[in-house]
């Protein structure tokens, strides 16, 4: 069972929006950062977004300026708007977070099975 599930992803026409969003499992009680990746067809993956527990972002050259990511502590969210997108931003979408199962326990990192995003004319 993936301990993050994404959702959101589409087929969107050049210049449009998407909004992902990733929950994170309630096995996972501290998180820290958290990420969105993105793989597409023949490439590897690639960091597209960064947030930290205290909301400090950092972006991707290809995405800065279009892409804006957020997150819910309290729900255990976190989110990618996309703006402006473009054919090359087709890929598949995951969500990485980095956080503990106990107060004690190791830190572990957790990731999404991905959400497709196709844009297309």
């Known amino acids: 069972q993936a301990q993050l599930v994404e959702s959101g992803g589409g087929l969107v026409h050049p210049g449009g929006s998407l909004r992902l969003s990733c929950a994170a499992s309630?096995?996972?009680?501290?998180?820290?950062?958290m990420y969105w990746y993105r793989q597409a067809p023949g490439k590897q993956r690639e960091l597209v977004a960064k947030?930290?527990?205290?909301?400090?972002?950092d972006y991707s050259a290809s995405v800065k300026g279009r892409f804006t990511v957020s997150r819910d502590n309290t729900k255990k969210m976190v989110f990618l708007q996309m703006d402006g997108l473009k054919p090359e931003d087709t890929a598949v979408y995951s969500c990485?977070?980095?956080?503990?199962?106990?107060?004690?326990?190791?830190?572990?990192?957790?990731w999404g099975l991905g959400t497709q995003v196709t844009v297309s004319s």
């Open positions: 947030i930290t527990s205290g909301g400090v972002t």
């Open positions: 990485r977070a980095d956080g503990r199962e106990s107060d004690v326990g190791p830190s572990w990192i957790y």
């Open positions: 309630t096995k996972i009680i501290t998180i820290n950062d």
